[in-house]
C-alpha cells in the first residue's frame, strides 16, 4: 500500500490558534482549535495585538496538542503547511514563524496557504470527490467573495464587496442590537423567531450586472432603525430585526452566487468561511439552487470557521502539484487569492 501524506496545518490569521494533521488531504486524525472569542469577547471584536500574545502562548501546546491526538511522530509528517495571509500580521508571524521552524528541523517541505483558499479546501475536505468547474461563496468576518475554481490552484475572482464583508456587518449589527460576539451566530439563532418580511432593508447592488457585493448601506439602514426606534422609546422587535437583516443579506449572496454559476456555465456552488455556517443562508441557496438545476456543497460548521485542517488540506493538493516555499517565507497581511509569490 502506497505511504499516506500526512500533513500538519497550522493557522493563526486571526482569533483561533489551530493545528491539525490530515492524511491524504481528507483523513482529519486531528483538528485542535483553541479559540480566543472569550478573551476578545469583552472589547466587542478582535484586538489584534491581544491576539498576537495569545498566538504565542498557545501555539506550542496546541501543534502538541494536534500531533499527539493524531497519534503520529514528528517523524511520519510529510510536510508542514501554514496560513499565511490575508489576516493579522502580527497573527498570521506566530504560525509562519512555528511552521518554518518545525520544517527546519524536521527537514520537511514547507507549504504556505491562503487563507480563502484554505476556507475554499475545507469543501474538499469534506467532500474529496467534488468535482471541477465550480463557483465558490467565500463568506467569512473578513472576506465576501465570488470565486471560480477551474481545476485545483486555478483561481478566478468574479466579485467581491466594495465595503464590508458579510461576517462584519452580522457582527456589527449583532453589537448595536446588545447580543454580543461574534454576532452572525446570535442573529442567526435569534432570526429563527422573527419574521423577515417585517421591516424592510434594501437589498443592495441586487439589480445590478455586477458580481460585486455591498453590505455597509444595508448595516447603517439597520443600526438607523435601533437607533430611531430607540430615540422614540419603542421597544425594538429583536427576533424580527435578526431575521430581515439575515433575509436581506442571504437574498444578495444567493442572487449573486447562482447569477456567477450560470456567467461562468457552472452547474455547482459551495459555500465556504464563517458565514456559510448560517441556516438562513443554507436554506435559501439549496431551495433556490434546486429550481435552477445547480448542485450545492457546504463544509460541517467546524470545518466552515477557522480551522487548520483546512489549511492541511489546501496544503495537500498544492504538496501534489510540487508548490511548496522557501524558509524565507514571511506573513502578507493583504495576500491576494491566486497572486501568491513566496
Ligand atoms: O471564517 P471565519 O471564522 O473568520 C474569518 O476568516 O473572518 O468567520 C467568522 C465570521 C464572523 O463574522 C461570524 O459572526 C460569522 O463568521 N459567522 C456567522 C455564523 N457563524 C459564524 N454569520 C452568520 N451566521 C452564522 N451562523
Ligand atoms: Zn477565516
Partial sequence: MAEKIIILGVETSCDETSAAVVADGHEILSNIISSQIPVHRKFGGVVPEIASRKHVELISSVIAEA?????VAYSDLTAVAVTYGPGLVGALLVGVSSAKA???TLNLPLIGVNHIESHIYANFLANPKLEFPVVCLV????????VFLESHGNYRLLGR???DAAGEAFD???RAMGLGYPGGPLVDKLSVEGNPEEISFPRVLLESDTLDFSFSGLKSSALNYLNKARMKGEEVPQADLAASFQQAVVDVLVHKALAAAKKCNVKTV??????ASNSGLRRELSKRALEEGITIGYPPPVLCTDNAAMVACAGYYKFLRGDTAPLTLNAV???KLGQEKY
Fill in 67 to 71: 500531533m499527539e491526538k493524531a497519534g
Fill in 172 to 174: 456589527k449589527v449583532a
Fill in 333 to 335: 497581511a493583504s495576500l
Fill in 102 to 104: 518545525l520544517a527546519y
Fill in 270 to 275: 459551495i459555500l465556504a468561511g464563517g458565514v
Fill in 139 to 146: 463568506v467569512s468576518g473578513g472576506h465576501t467573495d465570488l
Fill in 161 to 163: 464587496t466594495r465595503d
